[in-house]
């Protein structure tokens, strides 16, 4: 009931935020996904270091054509309902020095999102796992097109129809399985066991492996499907930036680890080459083109476009090392990107511009500033003892296991990495004042209080990864077991 | 409640008795001139209709004069959506009511006989029973399309319709004297007999004229390519209330119908109009998506809209797939109705205050009317299918109907289109929530709360059709 709890509590604040009128409406909701997060944590308590499917609830939804609401959590999807549950009221409370117009309404979309997001992560039966996964799209859609920034109308509908027909094409797939395990006479599922246990030829995993990857490749993104990300990204409010990057991007992977490789794994392998060498493409191309930016926010956006592809290829290495990197750098990954936009976004809200050339010396009146930015940047450049690290590191030795050439040249992410990020901070915090940062105040009350977590969270996990390592570890393995049987 | 043959409890034709003399005291009341009472009344006696139609349900299904008419669990869920979609696009005819227009009385009294018709086709036995029903339906639409009479619009849309469809009209009696020509029947059952087994093999080629004459003559009342020309102008002619109703209660029962048509009366000859149904369905998704693209009007891409549905509906003909069909054929049409109502409830309240039905009519609406938005925006993403609305499951069921007959390549193209139709249900969307206002559009549109409280219920059943789908997936 656990679930059902995590999932339907969002919700239903979101409902109730309806009444509330301006900063009631942020106060109720961050209260709202503080209580979510506490649940989370004692799922997390509660839980048993197993592959089994924990807190698990299975009722019939359309009782007659075998379709369940069929939800639970083993570690994998354990992991990031913590993250979603940790990063939200975060991201709720980085909003706060923000006035946005019809605030209740912005709030209960990100509530609501939040639904969506858990419901991706628990589903246990393919057309749940899809309705949740339209659900998800919704509010960030509306978060975006209707407090965004001037060109939002035109990109957000580029990542509208981009998503959504990614997503259908999942639909066509699910449907075609669907109607598969019914093949011989037995009754119709959507279950995911049922999809487990489905015996489709090589011919048939070719192309459905397309069918659903097409989803998952738009949603991370994955190069070439990328088109929308850089665009979105920039000219979302930042609490849609952070939702975006920190979480709704881990739907892609987490669906690959879920219902890609234990569904096709012949076509995975099938297929696998040619999708890391696109990741690998990822990678360098986020990188090169992230020194060529101007613009902060832009350059987070790029940089986080060239993580994604390194975890997109720690799925597709297929090795327990890559896999469990994958698990550890999203959640590593979370942290550090909504702490770097949170930066920027505090930046543009002091200094009034976000173009690296008018920015300078802010490490002269921002001490607190600087030091978490640092902290932030470096884990994203994966020091060691930072959240990055660890995960880069898994990664890399995953990739380099499928295939050392392609391990060497994804390992220059970490080069490219530290030459964009490093100059961004050498231009934007050190040097000469400009009249843009000369008056610039440092971090205050709430700033502190969303950063100091993330920070915590940062060194966390880059001391002590096994914590969420062991969570994820059978349900890992089971699903390489899966893979390779 | 009558009493069978067998004693047991058998279903009536309540409805259609009360909707006809219901019909006809609404024009007595007329005489009273006061508008106060004839909206409450016409709802009243559809709450009537559709209580006494559910109460129905449970009861064994009964035949009616010399088995023209059956009373069955088909007709009673089909009759269920179109007086329930009847009782809730009412309540948008307001502006009649306020203007005082003195022929109101008899509006409404042409929406009650022409449910009726409506009911006829769904329950028919016999083609005869099947033409009155069509017959009865479309005359009462020619009339409400030119209800406005001082409008050329209206006119020419009355005109338009009355002449296509007068055409249709007599092309599906040609084709029922040519089907009786060579079956010797007008009862559904003795044709499929003859259809399987003919008594004369030389009939067949009469037969299969019959059968695509027929064919031609439905399409056109359910707007299906390539005999959807007149729709986009009559639609968006017609004033917007009757609109509404066409495009909902008429498709709903014209689908009932034809699917009746194929499934007991033509199955046999499934190998002969597979083809040709087949290429409606595809013309008509085309046809539809396409056109709806390229729409200025909001109204005109809502007529467009519609052609699509019918293309999809087409799918449920196409798979011919019994219960399976059924049920998805029923869903659809509730789910795509209740979406259509609040659509066109919504779009009659904005363009009767502004006079505009283009797209920039709707710009800012959420800051304006944030109901009507968000009631708008359900209508859209129902109709364009995506999940937490009732449109979602309503083409789940279709396509899965077609999937399990192995239409696979139909419902990839099917899956194609309603990519396409994505692109121009967001762009209300759009105008509403992220577009201002323009500046003579500050004010907000007047609503009443009655007809706030209807918007309501349709999101709340949209939602309900999208979250709980199980509830009416399987009414047959």
Not at chain 1, 75 to 92: D, E, K, Q, R, Y
Not at chain 2, 326 to 354: C, E, M, P, W
Request: net charge neutral.
């Amino acid at each position: 009931m656990l679930t059902v709890f995590l999932l339907l509590f969002p919700v239903a604040a979101a409902l109730l935020l309806h009444f509330a009128k301006g900063n009631a409406a942020r106060v109720m909701a961050l209260g709202a996904a503080l209580v979510e997060f506490v649940v989370a944590v004692y799922a997390a308590v509660l839980s048993q270091v197993t592959a089994q499917t924990q807190f698990e609830v299975n009722l019939p939804w359309v009782a007659s054509a075998g379709i369940n609401f069929h939800v639970g959590m083993d570690g994998l999807s354990l992991v990031l309902v913590l993250l979603t549950a940790f990063l939200v009221p975060l991201i709720i409370l980085a909003s706060f020095r923000h006035d946005y117009p019809n605030a209740s309404a912005f709030y209960a979309l990100i509530l609501f999102m939040q639904t969506g997001l858990i419901g991706v992560f628990v589903s246990l039966d393919a057309f749940l796992f899809y309705f949740f996964w339209e659900v998800a799209l919704i509010p960030i859609y509306f978060l975006a097109g209707v407090w965004g920034s001037e060109r939002r109308i035109a990109v957000t509908f580029k990542f509208f129809l981009y998503t959504i027909i990614g997503s259908l094409f999942m639909l066509a797939a699910f449907v075609y399985l669907y109607f598969q395990t019914g093949i011989h006479g037995a009754v119709r599922s959507s279950d995911i066991i049922a999809f487990y246990n489905l015996t489709l030829s090589s011919d048939q995993q070719a192309w459905v492996f397309w069918l659903i990857f097409a989803a998952f490749a738009v949603k991370m993104p994955i190069f070439p499907f990328h088109t929308w990300q850089p665009d979105t990204y920039t000219e979302s409010p930042t609490p849609a930036t952070m939702l975006l990057s920190g979480i709704m991007l881990k739907m892609g992977i987490y669906g690959c680890l879920r219902w890609l490789l234990p569904i096709v794994p012949k076509g995975v392998s099938h297929w696998g080459p040619l999708v890391m060498v696109l990741c690998i493409i990822g990678i360098i191309y986020g990188a090169i083109i992230a020194i060529r930016q101007r613009d902060v926010k832009r350059l987070i956006a790029y940089s986080s476009l060239s993580h994604v592809g390194l975890m997109a290829a720690g799925v597709f290495s297929l090795t327990m090392m890559g896999l469990q990197g994958t698990v550890i750098q999203m959640l590593a990954h979370g942290v550090n990107v909504v702490g770097m936009f949170f930066i920027a976004d505090i930046i543009q809200r002091r200094t009034g511009t976000r173009d690296i050339s008018e920015l300078g010396g802010l490490t002269k009146n921002t001490p607190a500033l600087s030091v978490t930015f640092l902290v932030l940047l470096l884990s994203t450049v994966a020091l060691p003892l930072t959240a990055g690290f660890v995960g880069e590191f898994l990664l890399l030795g995953g990739v380099y296991q499928y295939n050392h050439w392609m391990g060497a040249v994804a390992g220059v992410t970490i080069i490219l990495g530290a030459v964009y990020l490093l100059r961004m901070f050498q231009r934007v915090m050190l040097g000469p004042d400009t009249q843009f940062t000369a008056t610039i105040k440092d971090l205050t009350g709430s700033e502190l209080a969303v950063l100091v977590p993330l920070i915590l969270m940062v060194f966390w996990i880059g001391l002590f990864p096994g914590t969420f390592l062991r969570i994820s570890e059978p349900a890992i393995m089971q699903i390489m077991t899966i893979v390779n049987r | 409640m009558g009493r069978g043959p067998g004693g047991g409890v058998t279903q009536n034709m309540t409805s259609i008795i009360l909707l006809s003399v219901f019909g006809i005291i609404n024009l007595f009341l007329g005489f009273l001139r006061s508008n106060k009472i004839l909206l409450p009344a016409a709802m009243v006696i559809l709450a009537l209709v559709f209580g006494a139609n559910l109460y129905d349900w449970n009861a064994a299904p009964h035949s009616y004069f010399s088995n023209m008419l059956t009373i069955d669990r088909y007709s009673v869920a089909f009759t269920g959506i179109v007086t329930l979609t009847t009782l809730l696009l009412i309540p948008f005819s307001q502006k009649y009511v306020r203007d005082g227009q003195e022929n109101l009385a008899e509006y409404y009294s042409l929406l009650l006989f022409s449910l009726v018709g409506a009911i006829m086709m769904v329950s028919y036995d016999n083609l005869l029973m099947l033409f009155v029903g069509i017959e009865i339906l479309s005359v009462s639409m020619y009339v409400v399309a030119g209800s406005d009479k001082r409008n050329v619009r209206s006119n020419e849309a009355a005109l338009k319709y009355f002449l296509m469809g007068s055409f249709a009209t007599g092309i599906l009696l040609f084709g029922i004297a040519l089907v009786y020509g060579a079956t010797g029947a007008f009862s559904l059952i003795d044709i499929a007999g003859a259809v399987v087994q003919p008594a004369n093999a030389s009939f067949r080629p009469m037969l299969y004229i019959g059968m695509l004459l027929m064919f031609i003559g439905i399409s056109f009342k359910v707007s299906a390519a390539p005999f959807h020309y007149w729709t986009p102008d009559v639609y968006e002619g017609t004033p917007t209330f009757f609109t509404a109703f066409m495009s909902t209660v008429v498709k709903t029962a014209g689908f009932a119908a034809f699917f009746k048509l194929l499934m007991v009366a033509f199955g046999g000859a499934e190998s002969f109009w597979i083809p040709t149904i087949m290429a409606i369905t595809v013309l008509t998704l085309l046809v539809g998506n396409v056109g709806a693209v390229a729409q200025t009007s909001i109204k005109r891409m809502l007529a467009y809209s519609s052609i699509s549905h019918a293309g999809y509906l087409f799918i449920g003909l196409v798979a011919l797939n019994g219960k399976l069909s059924a049920n998805g054929i029923f869903f659809y049409s509730l789910a795509y109705s209740v979406a259509t109502v609040a659509a066109f409830g919504v779009l009659k309240l904005v363009s009767d205050q502004r006079q505009r039905e283009d797209y920039a009519s709707f710009n800012g609406l959420a800051k304006t009317n944030p109901l009507l938005a968000f009631v708008f925006t359900v209508a859209m993403l129902s109709l364009a299918g995506i999940p937490l609305t009732g449109g979602f499951f309503g083409k789940f069921f279709i396509f899965g109907a077609a999937m399990d007959k192995g239409y696979t390549g139909l419902v990839i193209f099917a899956l194609l289109m309603s990519m396409v139709s994505i692109y121009y249900y967001l762009r209300p969307v759009i105008a509403m929530y992220m577009r201002p206002a323009e500046e003579d559009m500050t004010e907000p549109v007047a609503v009443s709360p009655f007809q706030s409280f209807i918007l309501v219920v349709l999101a709340v059943l949209t939602f309900v059709l999208g979250i709980m789908p199980g509830l009416l997936s399987e009414v047959m």
